[in-house]
């Protein structure tokens, strides 16, 4: 099916781990963003992607990177996770329609 | 910067009565605007998007907004609330110029008593 594809769906991580969150879109996307969501803040830019090999912050870059190789994922690396980086976070791809298209989402916990 | 205000991060209405979620934007050019909903544990779905066409834009489940630009609002209505309108609902807006991104307001939760 199209979409947006988000992998794992759940995570715990210890405190100074590392840990990649994957998107994927195989609807030939240029754009491409992550987000964070936290209770009474609404969705925050992470970073974004105006195509491969093309990257920007966010409003809330610290402690994530990003690449961008192909046209189909852009990959949230955490170096070193921090219990502040409890969150669910979210990908989206835009289209030519003006749409935006969301994953399903990663919950993750950092103890 | 573009940005979106949402009034209210709560709202309750009873079974029937009209749903009406407030949205304000600050954008320095005629800006794109969108309602998305989330369900809990869910992720965001669609409602509506504005895109300098019709100033009134109707959306899935009955909903619709209307494009204000002399209030810089783009609020959301709904005739009759129903139990399964009850969600969490955001409010965001992007320029869609050098590919500026979606920017999102804190959201607004929606409480339909019976």
């Known amino acids: 099916n199209a979409g947006v594809t988000q992998t794992p769906k759940f995570q715990v991580l210890k405190t100074g781990q590392s840990m990649t969150l994957q998107c994927a879109q195989d609807?030939?996307?240029?754009?491409m963003s992550w987000y964070r969501q936290d209770p009474g803040m609404g969705l925050r830019l992470i970073h974004y992607?105006?195509?491969?090999?093309?990257?920007d912050q966010g409003e809330v870059p610290n402690g994530y990177n990003v690449s961008r190789s192909t046209t189909e994922d852009f990959p949230l690396r955490l170096l070193s996770a921090a219990p502040s980086q409890t969150s669910v976070y979210f990908c989206?791809?835009?289209?030519?329609?003006?749409?935006?298209?969301f994953g399903s989402g990663t919950r993750l916990t950092v103890v | 910067a573009q940005s979106v205000t949402q009034l209210g991060s709560h709202v309750s209405v009873s079974e029937g009565a009209l749903v009406l979620l407030r949205c304000n934007y600050s954008s320095s050019v005629p800006p794109y605007l969108f309602w998305y909903v989330q369900y809990p544990n869910q992720g965001l779905q669609l409602l509506l998007k504005y895109t300098s066409a019709a100033t009134l834009v109707k959306g899935i489940n009955g909903f619709e907004a209307e494009f204000k630009k002399s209030e810089t609002s783009f609020h959301l209505t709904k005739p009759s609330a129903h139990m399964s309108d009850a969600a969490e609902y955001f409010c965001a807006v992007s320029l869609f110029s050098g590919n500026t991104p979606l920017v999102f307001g804190k959201g607004t939760r929606l409480s339909v008593i019976a």
């Open positions: 992607s105006v195509g491969a090999g093309i990257t």
């Open positions: 989206a791809s835009l289209g030519s329609n003006y749409g935006y298209t």
């Open positions: 609807m030939n996307h240029e754009y």
